[in-house]
């Protein structure tokens, strides 16, 4: 997204952890603009970018190891107000002269954290158990640490701690230096928004003037200069991110814009016909809308396959062949488009020094060769949540925008193993009937435990039933429900259990080869919302 001179920002400096651009994204939650940076980044740069606030977060290693990423004195010394984050708080310890070390039990997960809210950074916090002997109060953060804080910096002070960390945050007002042990931007700290409004509108004083309503018009402004008097092709799957994508790009560029839509086998139940239904002719949008039907393609290439990452990048090669092949029959094609979003980013381990959880189908999965000039994608930067703001914007149906999310390989990362026709059709008719059956129990109501995302997914276990007087010997289907805002973090989802009864039910007797189900509880983190 573009942004003014005058923009004020907050700028998350990376270090190598997985939480920078869910930190970026608290922060735009804010209504402050948020941009990320590796540590790499000279400190002269750093000061002529004119941020209000810094954010330092990530790191794989102990930051008092050889060869650990780190930071100068000089960047706490711009006269900036910084906040470091698990990594970043001990960082910012080592590096202005206190001491970091391994702690004897590693701290993991919900915790239980005592907090001073006479500091600026925990006004609000509620206390969730009564005060103790000290004024703080008890809430409830997320904890993820080998090492620990066992002596603060000169001019610090302890405004946090836990029973194992005695500094869970510190801080030292006079020169806007703030630390938090714990990680405040994920939806497991209670109060971790508050947390992090309390800095970027408070300590770095941000007015939270910046906001989505600019994006589509910049964006089509962007587009039209790049690509020019060039025609594009974008790989329309029909969820969300493709939606959105297509509709910006309509609105740019009209007829230079060809859609193609791979029906690769792997899509939930008749979607294909639904997508075509849609976009297609006669449908709601007035696009180029080619359908290539490629099932069996896809199914040759990853037979026997069932390696997740190598299932990924086979699936995303072998979408970009298709659509080199749909190119040259369309004639020249100068740019892709992506519907790429910042999770698909996060994930992959692109634009930071994060590591790779997993390759996306239109990030990490692309394939050395591609055949057309430019790969063009003007939602990278934006989440989920953002993504169907703009879909709003766009005038996209709400039934569309708010569509469930499905991801780029399909069920292919929803099949855990080898992929076949046969498993594809098992998962298909389960995720349908879970799909039917919370549909019909939440109806026109959005209970509270109506879950933002949630599919089926077949389990690579076989195991003994009954059915009838006969044994049987077959699949488990996994059920998978989750409450999310940004999709970077979750948590399952309380489906009543009469529901749950019903789709276990019906998926038994009317999926041919699986005698189980399970629902998946695990939240995110440590799990992800795919089963890979």
């Not at 790191?59 to 190891?65: I, K, L, M, T």
């Not at 990362?413 to 008719?429: L, S």
């Not at 998978?480 to 749950?500: C, G, H, N, Q, Y």
């Amino acid at each position: 997204m573009s942004v003014t001179q005058s923009e004020e920002k907050v700028i998350v400096i990376d270090f190598g952890g997985q939480y920078n651009q869910l930190v970026a994204r608290r922060v735009r939650e804010c209504n402050v603009y948020c941009e990320i940076y590796s540590y790499k980044t000279p400190i002269d740069q750093i000061r002529a970018m004119g941020a209000k606030g810094i954010i330092l977060t990530g790191g794989p290693n102990s930051c008092y190891e050889e060869g650990a990423p780190t930071a100068s004195k000089e960047l706490f010394e711009l006269g900036i107000p910084v906040l470091g984050l698990c990594y970043g708080a001990q960082l910012m310890q080592h590096v202005l002269g206190g001491r970091v070390e391994r702690a004897s039990a590693r701290e993991y997960g919900k915790t239980e954290v005592i907090v001073d809210t006479s500091s600026p950074l925990f006004t609000g916090v509620k206390d969730l158990r009564g005060e103790d002997a000290t004024g703080g109060v008890t809430t409830v953060c997320w904890m993820s640490h080998f090492d620990y804080i066992s002596k603060m910096a000169p001019g610090f002070e302890a405004v946090a701690y836990t029973d194992n960390c005695p500094v869970a945050a510190a801080q030292d007002k006079s020169r806007g230096l703030y630390a938090i042990q714990f990680h405040p931007e994920v939806l497991h700290t209670v109060y971790g928004r508050q947390m992090l409004h309390n800095f970027v509108r408070g300590v770095c004083g941000c007015a939270g003037t910046w906001r989505m309503d600019s994006f589509v018009e910049s964006s089509v402004k962007e587009i039209k200069q790049r690509v020019g008097d060039g025609k594009v092709l974008l790989a329309l799957s029909g969820g969300v991110d493709s939606s959105v994508l297509a509709a910006l790009l309509a609105r740019a560029i009209g007829p230079q814009l060809t859609c193609v839509f791979v029906d690769h086998g792997l899509m939930r139940k008749n979607e294909g016909d639904e997508v075509e239904a849609v976009f297609g002719k006669g449908g709601a949008f007035d696009i180029n809308f080619i359908r290539v039907n490629a099932a069996d393609r896809f199914y040759i290439k990853l037979a026997g396959v069932d390696e997740p990452e190598r299932k990924r990048k086979i699936i995303g090669e072998e979408f970009i062949r298709v659509f080199e092949e749909e190119a040259k029959k369309i004639g020249a094609v100068d740019f892709l488009a992506q519907g790429t979003i910042y999770p698909d980013v996060v994930e992959s381990g692109l634009g930071g020094e994060s590591a790779v959880i997993k390759s996306h189908h239109n990030v990490g999965g692309l394939p050395d060769y591609v055949d057309f000039k430019e790969i063009i994608e003007p939602l990278r930067d934006l989440f989920k949540d953002e993504v169907r703001k703009v879909g709003i914007q766009l005038g996209i149906p709400d039934y569309l925008v708010n569509r469930q999310p499905f991801p780029g390989p399909g069920l292919g990362i929803r099949i855990v193993g080898d992929v076949t026709a046969e498993k594809i059709r098992m998962v298909q008719d389960a995720d349908a009937i879970y799909r039917e059956e919370i549909a019909a129990a939440a109806g026109d109501t959005n209970p509270p435990w109506m879950p933002d995302q949630y599919f089926a997914a077949l389990t690579n276990m076989r195991s003994v039933g009954v059915m009838g007087d006969e044994r049987t010997y077959d699949y488990a289907i996994a059920l998978r429900a989750v409450k999310t805002i940004d999709f970077m973090t979750a948590e399952s989802a309380d489906i009543p259990w009469e529901v749950l009864q019903k789709v276990m039910s019906r998926i038994i007797n009317e999926v041919r080869g699986v005698n189980r189900v399970f629902y998946d509880l695990t939240s995110k983190p440590p799990g992800t919302i795919e089963m890979e």
